[in-house]
């Protein structure tokens, strides 16, 4: 005979020994989705393997689907790495987790998989709550304490209303549950009283926060939305954080305080009592920058500006990547184990006076500052082609994480270019631009000229160089069976046809244009002048194109971003 327990109202079968997994076989055996929330990534994966190890293969449907996802969401990196694996596995069952961990075209699978009814079951953390439409009929909190600083401690109220508002299918259900699971009659009491009943917490400005001030008022001023002192103080006096600050003469202060500072940036000019933003503070505010990072790097772009200089030297790009490392944009910072703390006390020990942008403890606490190093050294390795696998294991990451990380310092580089092209520092710009690619790919400098070819990533790109292909002239070349025995039939066909394309668009645009005067001669080591050749002036017009399709697209993808 089946036993049962009561949970609520609700008589749930007795399958396993653990509740949230009977509560969710329960669930799916009237055709039914299921959101549990966990309070980490780890217990989501645990809680998400549980479920589909306790599975019965007879409820599972859309098999086809669910293959064609589980292999949609292995191939969102160019390696699959443990974790990929693992998701694919839990999805085949029409399980998956979801946490920050993943990539953000993996998450984006794996909500829509729930959302067409493939995936039954998400396993997450309260990260899916807030600001996606992600309904399901039922909602498990199976975790309301969480770890902090100060131990084990309750969710917000506020949290919990966004967790158990997941419950019920506007249009497809008449009701949803929400269940949060206690241990005794008292705790039952206490949960009632606090998330039922209880009063949400209050909704602080973000105003309050310094450096945000300062980016909304360079923002406001950017636009011509205000301009004077009047202006200025009425607009902020109408907002949130004027009502909770209560103190208008000390917001006055405080207004006056970030004006200031943005004068000293040059990011904003005064004439009188009239206020506007420069050109420079103009295109900060354009670049979503916060004000204190683009001053930042402004005021250190010249220790890595020489004229001179034909590459950047290894400890140069260390500094390089550090300084972006440290600037506001890449917080939260990685934490670092006890193990860690004294790995990068030696670190920082060996690099000593090397960095471009020297430690000062007076800025900065010398815990963040090892933080700072890590993610760094993370990100060297990264362009170092290391294996993601190899990374999330030596750093203790998740793929998300990593290439969340990535992306922010695409984007803080495309800031860097931008600033060089107002400071006309172009040699700097075309250093930038190669460690944009670079960064995208995961791949060393040599590698540049290959992972431009389609189908051609950072694995294809080393094995074509190992055999001898450095570059797009040496693919033109060689022959197809050589290519092959590389990579394949199929892609050698890819890239032969792009390698012919090439050349033959690269040959009609030289009989059309003729070349500039300034690229007519080069003048040679022993100093003899003669005139560039029809390839080299080729290079330099596609350069031209290239670069200004770039920066079309650069511009459009940094409004897709925000």
């Not at 100060?150 to 269940?179: N, W």
């Not at 055999?467 to 990579?487: H, K, M, P, T, W």
Request: hydrophobic letters at 40%; glycine letters at 4%.
């Amino acid at each position: 005979m089946m036993e049962f327990e009561q949970i609520g109202s609700e008589k749930i079968p007795t399958i396993t020994k653990d509740e949230v997994v009977n509560l969710t076989l329960a669930t799916l055996s009237q055709n039914k989705q299921v959101l549990i929330f966990n309070n980490s990534k780890r217990s989501s994966e645990a809680t998400a393997q549980k479920v589909a190890d306790a599975l019965d293969k007879a409820i599972l449907s859309h098999l086809t689907e669910l293959a064609a996802l589980a292999k949609d969401i292995r191939t969102a990196l160019s390696v699959p790495t443990k974790q990929c694996l693992k998701l694919c596995t839990l999805v085949e069952k029409g399980v998956a987790f979801h946490h920050s961990g993943l990539t953000a075209k993996q998450r984006m699978l794996v909500e829509r998989g729930f959302r067409e009814g493939y995936i039954k079951v998400i396993s997450s953390t309260p990260t899916l709550a807030a600001g996606l439409n992600l309904p399901a009929y039922k909602v498990i909190i199976k975790d309301y304490k969480r770890y902090s600083q100060r131990g084990f401690t309750d969710i917000p109220v506020l949290e919990y209303h966004q967790m158990s508002g997941r419950a019920g299918r506007p249009g497809k259900e008449d009701s949803g549950r929400a269940v949060v699971l206690a241990k005794s009659e008292s705790e039952i009491e206490k949960l009632v009283t606090k998330y039922i009943h209880g009063k949400p917490e209050e909704i602080l400005s973000k105003l309050a926060v310094e450096p945000t001030l300062k980016m909304y008022m360079l923002s406001l001023l950017a636009m011509d939305f205000i301009n004077t002192e009047e202006e200025i103080k009425y607009f902020f006096s109408k907002t949130l954080y004027a009502h909770q600050y209560k103190d208008l003469q000390g917001l006055h202060r405080q207004l006056k305080k970030i004006l200031d500072i943005l004068k000293h940036y040059d990011f904003v000019e005064q004439e009188d009592h009239y206020f506007v933003a420069t050109p420079l503070g103009k295109k900060v505010s354009e670049l979503y920058l916060n004000p204190d990072t683009a001053h930042y790097f402004l005021d250190h772009l010249e220790s890595f500006f020489k004229l001179n200089d034909q590459t950047l030297s290894r400890i140069t790009l260390y500094s390089l990547v550090y300084l972006m490392s440290s600037s506001l944009e890449m917080r939260p910072l990685f934490s670092l184990s006890k193990l860690e703390e004294e790995t990068y006390v030696g670190r920082a020990e060996e690099l000593g006076g090397k960095l471009l942008v020297p430690y000062d403890p007076f800025e900065m606490d010398y815990g963040t500052f090892l933080q700072i190093l890590k993610i760094s050294d993370i990100l060297v390795d990264w362009i170092s082609e290391a294996h993601e696998d190899y990374l999330c294991e030596k750093y203790k990451l998740t793929p998300g994480e990593l290439h969340y990380k990535i992306e922010i310092v695409d984007w803080l580089l495309f800031c860097l270019e931008e600033l060089c092209t107002l400071r006309k520092q172009f040699f700097f710009k075309t250093v930038i631009n190669k460690l944009r690619v670079r960064f995208k790919h995961g791949i060393r400098e040599d590698l540049l000229p290959l992972i431009a070819l389609k189908g051609v990533g950072r694995v294809r790109a080393r094995q074509l160089h190992r055999a001898g292909f450095q570059s797009v002239n040496d693919l033109r070349l060689a022959s197809f069976e050589s290519i092959s025995r590389v990579v394949g039939d199929s892609l050698s066909i890819k890239i032969k046809e792009q390698v012919k394309e090439h050349s033959s668009i690269a040959h009609q645009g030289l009989e059309i244009v003729e070349k500039p005067q300034s690229l007519v001669k080069r003048t040679l080591s022993g100093g003899q002048s003669v005139e560039a050749s029809d390839d080299e002036i080729r290079m330099v017009l596609d350069a031209d194109l290239e670069f200004e399709r770039e920066k079309e697209e650069r511009n459009r993808s940094l409004s897709e971003f925000f």
